[in-house]
């Protein structure tokens, strides 16, 4: 599954790329790894009601909805977080999660090992740079982090590239029309039409996910080469 060339370290279950001369791979976290025990309080507390006027149980019903049929697939997600993916991802699904947080990943493995998934592996690893081998999975997942990629033509390039033909990206992403509490959201904020657009640029399809959250957009995005 990964690159040729590339070379991992195992750390607490969470893999590590080991670099040229033999330091591993590291990120700067945007909360920072030192508060990763806090991230979950923030998300539901802060995030999910203040910030996205929406709501976290809403959130992982539409996403379950989405994922119910899906089985014994191999799953990238990017931007894994704390794992929230087992709220709505089936634990028989082959699963493989990014983030450039090692905090973060941490406690997503103690998530899907309590969720009863018996094939998950988590990689420190930037979305724009992925250490995996093209047409390496089924279905990939990029919830609520969208916008803080550096570079979305980048990411879209590399979903493609590692995805096989006709597999789904299924994102979630706050978009600023339906930000109706007018609240700051960080990061780089694009509409729906401009999803579409970027989206239709890489040669990608994009359809909607019918569903009211906040100023959360779901849609679909379908890899065909």
């Not at 309080?41 to 909805?65: A, C, T, V, W």
């Not at 709505?88 to 947080?101: C, E, V």
């Not at 979903?159 to 990206?169: D, E, Q």
């Amino acid at each position: 599954m990964l690159k040729k060339g590339i070379t991992v370290s195992n750390k607490k279950g969470v893999h590590f790329i080991v670099e040229d001369g033999g330091s591993l791979l590291k990120f700067k976290p945007w909360l920072g790894d030192a508060f990763s025990f806090l991230y979950d309080f923030i998300m539901e507390k802060s995030i999910f009601p203040q910030k996205f006027g929406g709501d976290m149980n809403r959130h992982y019903e539409i996403l379950g909805k989405e994922l119910l049929g899906v089985h014994e697939k191999r799953v990238l997600e990017l931007a894994t977080g704390s794992g929230s993916a087992v709220n709505f991802l089936p634990n028989d699904n082959h699963y493989t999660g990014t983030d450039i947080s090692p905090g973060l990943l941490r406690k997503a493995v103690k998530n899907f090992r309590t969720a009863g998934f018996k094939d998950a592996e988590f990689y420190v690893t930037s979305a724009d740079d992925l250490p995996f081998d093209d047409d390496s999975f089924d279905l990939v997942l990029c919830i609520l982090s969208l916008n803080f990629f550096n570079d979305i033509h980048r990411f879209l390039q590399e979903v493609k590239r590692v995805a096989v033909p006709t597999a789904l990206l299924i994102c979630s992403v706050p978009v600023p029309e339906r930000n109706k509490v007018h609240s700051t959201i960080r990061g780089t904020l694009y509409s729906e039409e401009e999803f579409r657009k970027i989206c239709e640029g890489h040669g990608l399809t994009y359809e909607t996910i019918p569903s009211e959250n906040g100023a959360l957009l779901y849609f679909i995005a379908t890899a065909q080469r």
